[in-house]
C-alpha cells in the first residue's frame, strides 16, 4: 500500500500524460516472466501507408525475491538490462507490420546497499534482502526438488523475437479502435532463461479517445496463448494461458512535450505453488515523459514500480523512436 500511496504522489507531481505517442515493452516484470508476451499499450491507430517507425527502449530492473513453500523455491537477486528495438511499417487495409527483436543482459548489480536502506526508510521492508551478501547473483527456482534450470549466471543474450499485424476496426473524430495480433518464435536460448523454447500468440483490442484535443484516454485487454516452457517440460507446475488489460492517461503540455502514465494487469500463467511472486497476478504503474522533434526523432524517460508485490522493485525506461 505504502508503494502505491508513493507511486500516486509522483503521478500527481509530475502531471499526466499524452498516450498515443509511446510504447513501452518490457514492463516491470521478474526474470521468470519477462519473456513472455506481456501487455501492451500503444497507439489504436496503424501507421499511414508508406509511412515507417524505428525504436530503440532500453529498460533497467533491480530485482529481488527470496520466497519458499512447501514444495517450492524461488530465488532471483539480480539487475537486468533489457535492450528491445523495433520497426514498424505502414501498410494496406488500414494496418500495420512490426517486428521487434530483445537482448537480455543479467549482472549482479550495485544497488543492494542503496535500496535496502531506501526500504528501510520508507518502511517497506526488504523482502529477506538483508539475508544474501549485497551484489551476488543468484538465480534459482525449484519445485519438488526439481530444478527449473542451472543458475545461469552472469550473462547475455538475444530473447525470443516477436511479429505483428495491427489493423484499425473503427474511427471517428473523437475514438480509434483496433486489433492486434503478435506471435512469439523462440529465439531466446531457454537454457541462459532468455526465452521459453516455445511459440507463443497474443491478441490484443485498442482504443484510443480524445475527449479533448490535449487528452487521450487508451484502453487494452486481450488473451496470450502460451506454449508450455523448456524448463518446465519434468516440473509438477500448473501452467495455463493468461489475459491482460491496461489504461492509459494523457495530456499534451507543448506542442513538443508531453507526459504519460499507464497501468497494466496481467494474470500470472503459474498457480498452485503458493509463492507469491509466481502465484500471484501482476500490477504496475508506469509513468514519464517524451519530448516529440519535428524532424520526427522523440525520446523519453519513464519508470515503472510494481503494485503486486509479484514482480521487481522498480525499472527505469529510456528510449528513441524515429517516424519518417
Same mark, same amino acid.
Given at each position: 500500500?505504502?508503494?502505491?500511496?508513493?507511486?500516486?504522489?509522483?503521478?500527481?507531481?509530475?502531471?499526466?500524460?499524452?498516450?498515443?505517442?509511446?510504447?513501452?515493452?518490457?514492463?516491470?516484470?521478474?526474470?521468470?516472466?519477462?519473456?513472455?508476451?506481456?501487455?501492451?499499450?500503444?497507439?489504436?491507430?496503424?501507421?499511414?501507408?508508406?509511412?515507417?517507425?524505428?525504436?530503440?527502449?532500453?529498460?533497467?530492473?533491480?530485482?529481488?525475491? #527470496?520466497?519458499? %513453500?512447501?514444495?517450492?523455491?524461488?530465488?532471483?537477486?539480480?539487475?537486468?538490462?533489457?535492450?528491445?528495438?523495433?520497426?514498424?511499417?505502414?501498410?494496406?487495409?488500414?494496418?500495420?507490420?512490426?517486428?521487434?527483436?530483445?537482448?537480455?543482459?543479467?549482472?549482479?548489480?550495485?544497488?543492494?546497499?542503496?535500496?535496502?536502506?531506501?526500504?528501510?526508510?520508507?518502511?517497506?521492508?526488504?523482502?529477506?534482502? %538483508?539475508?544474501?551478501?549485497?551484489?551476488?547473483?543468484?538465480?534459482?527456482?525449484?519445485?519438488?526438488?526439481?530444478?527449473?534450470?542451472?543458475?545461469?549466471?552472469?550473462?547475455?543474450?538475444?530473447?525470443?523475437?516477436?511479429?505483428?499485424?495491427?489493423?484499425?476496426?473503427?474511427?471517428?473524430?473523437?475514438?480509434?479502435?483496433?486489433?492486434?495480433?503478435?506471435?512469439?518464435?523462440?529465439?531466446?536460448?531457454?537454457?541462459?532463461?532468455?526465452?521459453?523454447?516455445?511459440?507463443?500468440?497474443?491478441?490484443?483490442? #485498442?482504443?484510443?479517445?480524445?475527449?479533448?484535443?490535449?487528452?487521450?484516454?487508451?484502453?487494452?485487454?486481450?488473451?496470450?496463448?502460451?506454449?508450455?516452457?523448456?524448463?518446465?517440460?519434468?516440473?509438477?507446475?500448473?501452467?495455463?494461458?493468461?489475459?491482460?488489460?491496461?489504461?492509459? #492517461?494523457?495530456?499534451?503540455?507543448?506542442?513538443?512535450?508531453?507526459?504519460?502514465?499507464?497501468?497494466?494487469?496481467?494474470?500470472?500463467?503459474?498457480?498452485?505453488?503458493?509463492?507469491?511472486?509466481?502465484?500471484?497476478?501482476?500490477?504496475?504503474?508506469?509513468?514519464?515523459?517524451?519530448?516529440?522533434?519535428?524532424?520526427?526523432?522523440?525520446?523519453?524517460?519513464?519508470?515503472?514500480?510494481?503494485?503486486?508485490?509479484?514482480?521487481?522493485?522498480?525499472? #527505469?525506461?529510456?528510449?528513441?523512436?524515429?517516424?519518417?
Amino acid at each position: 500500500m505504502k508503494k502505491l500511496i508513493i507511486s500516486m504522489l509522483a503521478l500527481l507531481a509530475f502531471g499526466l500524460g499524452q498516450a498515443e505517442a509511446f510504447s513501452i515493452p518490457g514492463g516491470n516484470q521478474s526474470g521468470v516472466n519477462r519473456f513472455y508476451l506481456a501487455p501492451s499499450l500503444e497507439p489504436a491507430e496503424p501507421l499511414q501507408l508508406k509511412t515507417f517507425q524505428a525504436r530503440a527502449d532500453l529498460g533497467y530492473t533491480n530485482e529481488f525475491a #527470496l520466497m519458499t %513453500s512447501p514444495n517450492h523455491i524461488v530465488l532471483a537477486d539480480m539487475e537486468c538490462l533489457q535492450l528491445t528495438t523495433g520497426f514498424s511499417a505502414g501498410f494496406f487495409w488500414d494496418s500495420e507490420l512490426s517486428l521487434d527483436v530483445g537482448f537480455l543482459s543479467y549482472n549482479s548489480g550495485v544497488l543492494d546497499s542503496f535500496l535496502e536502506s531506501y526500504h528501510d526508510a520508507l518502511g517497506v521492508g526488504n523482502s529477506g534482502r %538483508s539475508m544474501r551478501p549485497d551484489d551476488q547473483f543468484g538465480y534459482q527456482i525449484s519445485s519438488n526438488g526439481k530444478s527449473w534450470f542451472d543458475d545461469p549466471g552472469v550473462g547475455s543474450g538475444i530473447a525470443d523475437l516477436r511479429l505483428g499485424v495491427k489493423k484499425r476496426v473503427y474511427a471517428n473524430a473523437w475514438m480509434t479502435a483496433s486489433v492486434k495480433g503478435v506471435i512469439k518464435l523462440p529465439t531466446g536460448d531457454p537454457d541462459k532463461v532468455m526465452g521459453t523454447g516455445g511459440t507463443d500468440a497474443q491478441l490484443t483490442v #485498442l482504443a484510443d479517445f480524445k475527449p479533448h484535443d490535449k487528452v487521450t484516454l487508451s484502453l487494452a485487454g486481450g488473451y496470450t496463448w502460451l506454449a508450455r516452457p523448456d524448463f518446465l517440460e519434468d516440473v509438477e507446475i500448473d501452467f495455463s494461458d493468461t489475459c491482460f488489460g491496461a489504461l492509459g #492517461l494523457a495530456y499534451q503540455f507543448t506542442p513538443g512535450f508531453s507526459g504519460f502514465v499507464q497501468s497494466v494487469y496481467w494474470q500470472s500463467p503459474y498457480g498452485g505453488t503458493q509463492v507469491v511472486v509466481l502465484d500471484r497476478d501482476y500490477g504496475e504503474i508506469t509513468f514519464g515523459g517524451k519530448y516529440q522533434w519535428k524532424s520526427g526523432w522523440g525520446a523519453y524517460l519513464a519508470m515503472s514500480e510494481d503494485l503486486s508485490r509479484s514482480a521487481a522493485d522498480f525499472t #527505469l525506461h529510456t528510449g528513441v523512436e524515429l517516424s519518417f
